[in-house]
């Protein structure tokens, strides 16, 4: 059965979904994208994910066409259109398509909204239980990068330079310095048990996992430090993880090649990823 994707109002077959090629997200990449993940039937930290989203279109001045409850309501419906079980929503708004391609805003111009899922078991992925390899590029994104837009070409070219080197993901470096992922937060383990990740500011993206996962630590009473760390940092750390939303909380074993301590998922990594599972299948809607 084809899937369906909802496009400006619409429930449609995936092959019947279709924009404008004067749509500004196409001609600008002047749009905002969000990715929820689904476990069971059921959006995973739905409330942080729409946050971020409101946070987004307001620092681009885009209205969203449809309330957060509403997107919400149109995402449970896609997932049951689809029968989606375990995977994920995306979901991108943009300022829509004008008449021409000029580089302002277009005045009376509505919003387009689109959204559509993807099959992905999460929970019991195979790299969960290996761990990845993930190399170090340079960070070339612009300055905005708290802005979840949909203007990811830096972000292609890492991810291809990891495909290419036989790698799960890129690690971006600025200033020697690990700013975050293609598609993930970065975290250490210290040797004295400190959990590190970035602190938050315009120089990332704030991760919806990244933040439930440091919130779940303290709540244990994990020692947590937001701070930039290096690669030898982490190349000398106990362990390292990524977070993000289609991978939750997953180790990192290899830098550029090199083990991180003895190149095998640690106990800290694998505690954060039990927890956090059972975070997203308790506060699941």
């Not at 997107?71 to 991108?92: D, F, H």
């Not at 805003?105 to 387009?112: A, C, D, I, S």
């Not at 993930?184 to 383990?189: A, D, E, K, N, V």
């Not at 630590?217 to 977070?243: C, G, M, N």
Request: hydrophobic residues 45%; proline residues 4%; contains cysteine.
């Amino acid at each position: 059965m084809e899937q369906i994707a909802y496009v400006n109002g619409s429930f449609v077959p995936m092959s019947e979904a279709k924009v404008s090629i004067l749509d500004r997200g196409f001609l600008f990449a002047d749009g905002i994208y969000e990715v929820a993940a689904v476990l069971d039937g059921k959006l995973i930290d739905s409330a942080s994910h729409l946050a971020r989203l409101q946070r987004s279109v307001g620092e681009i001045a885009l209205a969203l066409p449809e309330t957060t409850d509403r997107i919400q309501e149109i995402q449970k419906e896609l997932i049951a259109r689809n029968n989606l079980v375990n995977g994920m929503v995306y979901l991108e708004v943009t300022r829509g398509a004008d008449t021409g391609r000029d580089f302002a805003f277009p005045k009376g111009v509505k919003p387009t909204l689109i959204m559509f899922t993807s099959v992905k078991d999460i929970v019991n992925a195979e790299s969960a239980r290996t761990g990845i390899g993930v190399i170090t590029v340079p960070d070339i994104r612009w300055a905005r990068r708290d802005i979840k837009s949909v203007a990811l070409l830096a972000q292609v070219l890492a991810k291809q330079a990891a495909a290419e080197a036989g790698a799960g993901e890129a690690w971006m470096v600025e200033d020697g310095q690990v700013t975050e992922g293609g598609s993930s937060s970065c975290f250490i383990l210290t040797q004295d048990d400190v959990i590190v990740t970035r602190h938050n500011s315009s120089a990332i993206l704030p991760g919806c996992t990244r933040k439930a996962v440091v919130a779940l630590a303290e709540e244990r009473q994990l020692r947590v430090e937001e701070r930039p760390f290096t690669v030898a940092e982490a190349l000398a750390a106990k362990e390292a993880f990524i977070t993000s939303a289609t991978a939750f909380v997953q180790a990192v074993v290899t830098i550029d090649g090199k083990p991180v301590a003895n190149g095998k998922p640690g106990p800290m990594t694998k505690r954060l990823r039990e927890i956090y599972v059972d975070f997203a299948k308790a506060t699941a809607v």
